[in-house]
């Protein structure tokens, strides 16, 4: 289980997170909606420890990720794909893929290698994995960088606004691939602006709102015009995303 | 007087050793240099503040002394509490020393250049601080560093000249040996004036050949 409770973060005088609660359940979907400022990635970076908490705790599989030697396991059991790729640019896609298995997880080479291969073959590169990323489409990239992650065998996967660097038809390519991964039953917290894409594969929906989780339901409920919708500010929110 | 560069002939076997010795020089100034550099510039990112500082100090200070007065130090000065460096050692000692100063700033910069998403990407997959930089930090810097340090390279190879000041024969140092046994400075120093030029020409082709082979797949357009 990944818990989030009660966390406070701000940077200087400004409140970014101001007592947040989320738990996802092994399996789960959880899509993390919310507008521009509202503290989304914030959030995504206190998860797998790039931030540390001002108040609060975070266990992944009940490693606190404020304990710097219980951080360690908890990023094992995370793995994390960023808005712009940040691949190594200096690597082919499979040395992107391989170096923290070998190095982290202490694999085989020749294991990393294969499952690396395997990776990519199911994203559709099975042919590019020899290309540097510089070599690579927008979408071709955000592709390996999943498949960096998934390379660690993460429980949680953890993905902040993974399309919004990509044109409508890079980000259907990638959205395929998470779909297809959702089906499989990959847990994974999923910040986007894609409304319509998070309704169809998230079991749950959350709206993070000036630093606090205004709503926290089932996807169909959050849709709901008695439920989610209720909400004037997701209401508001949903309609403006729409009309983009 | 007439232009006559076959009086030269006999003594081209002579110049080309001496132009042998500089580049030998060079080759290993510079990768003392790189060495010495990389090991400044990590150490200017020490958590250590003594380290920093001593860091500091030290690139502060190679860079404001004559090259000169550096190799005079080393050469002249050291015997007189004992140290004793043969003329090549010293001067690969000192142009490395010398180099490191400019390397180290050149390398600390490629450092601080790498996109920080970069970083965090290595540090949530678990990457140790130290694989972190062997395998990611000092691979981007020194690759995209090439053009910078190939400018260190060629100023070292003009530096080297003066390592004829301490009896070293090197290119200049043999140059000098062949215009004062032949009385003929002006064919001999039309020569070195173009020898240099060729050197040095050649190295900035070679390091821009490099440059593009080893950033050949960073920089081909984002598509
Ligand atoms: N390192 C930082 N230093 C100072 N302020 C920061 C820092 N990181 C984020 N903030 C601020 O915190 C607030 C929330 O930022 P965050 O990136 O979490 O929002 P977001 O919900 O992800 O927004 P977006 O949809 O635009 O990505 C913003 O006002 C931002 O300016
Ligand atoms: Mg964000």
């Not at chain 1, 404020?66 to 396991?73: C, G, I, N, Q, T």
């Not at chain 1, 694999?107 to 510089?134: F, I, M």
């Not at chain 2, 050793?17 to 990768?31: D, F, K, P, R, Y």
């Not at chain 2, 062949?178 to 064919?187: G, I, K, L, M, N």
Request: glycine letters at 8%.
């Amino acid at each position: 289980m990944l818990k989030v409770e009660n966390v406070k973060k701000s940077f200087g005088a400004a409140t970014v997170l101001n007592g947040v609660n989320l738990t996802v359940r092994p399996g789960e979907v959880v899509s993390i909606l919310g507008s521009s400022g509202s503290g989304k990635s914030t959030l995504i970076r206190c998860i797998n420890g790039l931030e540390k908490l001002d108040a609060g705790l975070i266990t992944v599989d009940e490693f606190d990720v404020s304990k710097p030697k219980e951080l360690a396991e908890a990023r094992k059991r995370s793995g994390t794909v960023f808005q712009l790729f940040n691949l190594y640019p200096h690597m082919t896609a499979l040395k992107n893929i391989t170096l923290a298995p070998v190095e982290v997880l202490k694999r085989p080479r020749d294991e990393a290698e294969a499952e690396g291969r395997a990776l990519l073959a199911s994203v559709g590169l099975g042919d590019r994995a020899d290309a540097y990323p510089a070599q690579l489409s927008g979408g071709q990239r955000q592709r390996v960088g999943i498949c960096r992650a998934l390379a660690m065998k993460p429980r949680y996967l953890l993905l902040d606004e993974v399309t919004s660097a990509l044109d409508p038809e890079m980000t259907a390519e990638v959205l395929t691939i998470l779909a297809k991964l959702a089906a499989e039953g990959t847990t994974m917290v999923f910040v986007t602006h894609e409304v319509e894409f998070a309704r169809q594969i998230s079991n749950r929906v959350v709206f993070l709102e000036k630093g606090t989780l205004l709503v926290d339901l089932p996807t169909k409920d959050f849709f709901d015009p008695a439920g989610g919708l209720a909400q004037p500010r997701v209401a508001q929110f949903l309609s403006k995303m729409r009309k983009d | 007087m007439r232009f006559d560069l076959t009086i030269l002939a006999p003594h081209i076997g002579f110049l080309a050793e001496g132009a042998l010795l500089t580049v030998q020089a060079c080759i290993l100034s510079l990768i003392g240099s790189v060495i010495l550099g990389m090991l400044v510039a990590i150490a200017r990112t020490s958590a250590a503040g003594w380290v920093r500082r001593l860091a500091f100090v030290y690139v502060d200070l190679f860079r404001n002394i004559p090259f000169i007065v550096q190799l005079f130090f080393f050469y002249y000065g050291l015997p007189e509490i004992g140290i004793y460096i043969d003329a090549f050692t010293t001067g690969v000692i000192a142009l490395s020393i010398a180099g490191g100063a400019y390397a180290s700033d050149v390398i600390r910069s490629g450092i601080l250049a790498i996109d920080n998403g970069i970083l965090e990407a290595a540090e949530v997959s678990g990457l140790s601080k130290r694989k972190t930089f062997t395998r990611i930090v000092l691979p981007i810097a020194l690759r995209t560093s090439v053009r910078p340090l190939g400018s260190v390279l060629i100023n070292m190879i003009l530096t080297s000249s003066i390592l004829s000041t301490i009896t070293l024969n090197e290119l200049t140092g043999s140059a000098k040996i062949v215009a004062s046994d032949t009385f003929r400075p002006f064919e001999i120093y039309v020569v070195l004036l173009v020898v240099y030029a060729a050197l040095t020409w050649l190295v900035s082709l070679g390091i821009g050949l490099l440059h593009r082979r080893l950033n050949r797949d960073m920089l081909e357009p984002v598509g």
